[in-house]
């Protein structure tokens, strides 16, 4: 039995956009929820995916409205595009079972500017980090890692399109591994994925075989 996805927010919702039309996030989606109005609740509404606004103005506010809504629920696991940091009881309440999907190769490039400090520094590989949620900030274990050459010859936008894609593969993945329940939360938050394989290559955010033919998604990284 899988785990129900309840997907954080608080910005433009372009990972969603294409995340949430998968056809099976219908099902394996609970709700989507922000802090705030913003273009997430449009695209979730578009998608025809649940949503609600728990109006907060810091992140520990936004963290005591979550862990009150989703008191008792050990049978639901978070996927945070979250621009603040979450606290308090929600963690202790949830642990192991809340996830942020960040724009750099963790343990590199930790807040905000995840893309942009990556690109500032000199790095030849950008990317991005499916980790555990923990009380610091992007510190909590890693689960899924993409890695891509940066293209220093091209614009900034088209290498940071490449990061966006590596992010939809990657959160397209978590979702279907939560969904078909192949994602264990351990006890002491320890998260274990059934199955799990890992072949390098150029991008390795450790796809399923079958991951493009079931998602319908073009493989436009060129992934081997």
Partial sequence: MGYKIVI???TGGGVLSRVGA???MREATLEVVTDRPCGMLQ???RLGLAAVTLPA???RAFSDALAQRYAGRDDIVFLSFYTRLLSGALLDQHRGRLFNCHPSILPSFKGMHGFEDTLASSS???GCSLHQIDAGMDSGPIVIQAAL???RRLPVADNRHKVFLAQVYTAVQFCRWAHDGRLQVMAD???RIEGLRYAPSAVAPNLDPDFFAFTGLTNELGLN
């Fill in 8 to 10: 954080l927010g608080s």
């Fill in 22 to 24: 998968q056809p099976f």
């Fill in 43 to 45: 695209v979730a509404d």
């Fill in 57 to 59: 103005d810091t992140g």
């Fill in 124 to 126: 030849q590989f950008m």
């Fill in 149 to 151: 050459p940066i293209d």
């Fill in 189 to 191: 938050g320890e998260c």
